[in-house]
C-alpha cells in the first residue's frame, strides 16, 4: 500500500507540493496531529507542538542540506492574536483560541503567561469574536489582514514576538516520518520532498498568482511565502529546542484547544 502523508491545508506549505505516488491527508493542524498521535499517519508536515507531544514515535525528515518544514525569522503574517486591549490586560480576560491550532496556542500560552506575567486568562476553544481576544492561524489570519476587523484594534505577530523574546526563529512544522519506517523508505520520502520542495520554491510567484484574492494580492502573497524557511539550519534547529524546552518545563505538551477551558 503507498505510504499515507499528512500534509497542512494552508498556503505557506504549498511550496512542498505536489507528491506523486504518495497518498496525501490535507487537513489542519489539530486533525494532522490527531491521526500522529495513533500512528496513522507514515509521515507528515507536523505541527512542532504534535511532534513534541508524539517524538516517541515520530522523528524529523531533511537531507545533507537540513530539515524540512515550516519557519520563520521574523513576523509569520497569519499567526495573529487580536485584541481589544493591549495584551498585558488580559489577565483575567477570555481568550478564544481556533479549533485548528496545534502549536500556535502553546506559543501564546507562553507568550502570555511566561514573557509578559499575565495572570489567569482563560482560553476557550472556538472562536465567535465576542470575547477579549482571539488566536487565528494559516488562511483564515491571512484573511484577517487582508481585511482587519475593527473590533479588535490591537494585533500581535506571534512568532515576531517570539523573535523579539529569543532572539531565534520560530518553527512551526517539521516534515516527519514513524520511526518504525525502514531506512529506503524514509529515505524516498527525504528524495520526494526535496524534489518537491525545489520545484515549489521556483513556482513562489506563480502560486501566488493561482490563489490572489481574499487572501492577498500576487505579490503580497509572494512576499508572504518568501518569509518562510522551509530547509532549516542552526538558527531553526535552536528555536524548535527553545520552544521543546519552555513547552515541557511549564508541562503544556498535552495541551491542546479540545482540553482547553477554565484557565486550563
Not at 78 to 91: I, M
Amino acid at each position: 500500500m503507498r505510504l499515507l502523508l499528512g500534509q497542512l491545508a494552508y498556503l505557506n506549505t504549498q511550496p512542498f507540493e505536489p507528491f506523486p505516488g504518495l497518498r496525501v491527508f490535507r487537513a489542519s493542524p489539530s486533525e494532522i496531529g490527531r491521526l500522529a498521535a495513533t500512528s496513522e499517519l507514515d509521515a507528515g508536515l507536523l505541527s512542532a507542538g504534535d511532534l513534541i507531544r508524539n517524538e516517541e514515535r515520530y522523528s524529523p525528515l531533511g537531507d545533507a542540506h537540513g530539515t524540512f518544514g515550516i519557519a520563520c525569522r521574523k513576523q509569520a503574517g497569519s499567526v495573529f492574536l487580536l485584541s481589544r486591549r493591549p495584551a498585558e490586560q488580559l489577565g483575567g480576560r477570555i481568550v478564544e483560541i481556533t479549533r485548528e491550532t496545534s502549536t500556535s496556542v502553546l506559543l501564546l500560552r507562553l507568550w502570555l503567561e511566561q514573557r509578559l506575567g499575565i495572570e489567569r486568562p482563560e482560553y476557550r476553544s472556538g472562536v465567535t469574536r465576542e470575547h477579549e481576544a482571539v488566536l487565528l492561524i494559516g488562511d483564515e489570519a491571512l484573511r484577517e489582514r487582508e481585511r482587519p476587523d475593527p473590533r479588535f484594534p490591537y494585533r500581535f505577530d506571534l512568532a515576531a514576538r517570539w523573535k523579539d523574546w529569543t532572539g531565534l526563529p520560530f518553527v512551526f512544522a517539521i516534515w516527519s516520518a514513524r520511526r518504525s519506517l525502514t531506512s529506503a523508505k524514509r529515505s524516498g520520502l527525504e528524495e520526494t520532498i526535496a524534489a518537491s520542495l525545489e520545484r515549489g520554491i521556483e513556482r513562489i510567484p506563480e502560486i501566488a498568482e493561482e490563489v490572489a484574492g481574499p487572501l492577498g494580492d500576487g505579490p503580497t502573497i509572494t512576499r508572504y511565502l518568501q518569509d518562510f524557511t522551509y530547509r532549516f539550519d542552526e538558527p531553526e534547529r535552536r528555536g524548535f529546542e527553545a520552544f521543546r524546552r519552555l513547552v515541557r518545563e511549564r508541562n503544556l505538551v498535552s495541551s491542546s484547544p479540545a482540553m482547553l477551558g477554565n484557565g486550563a
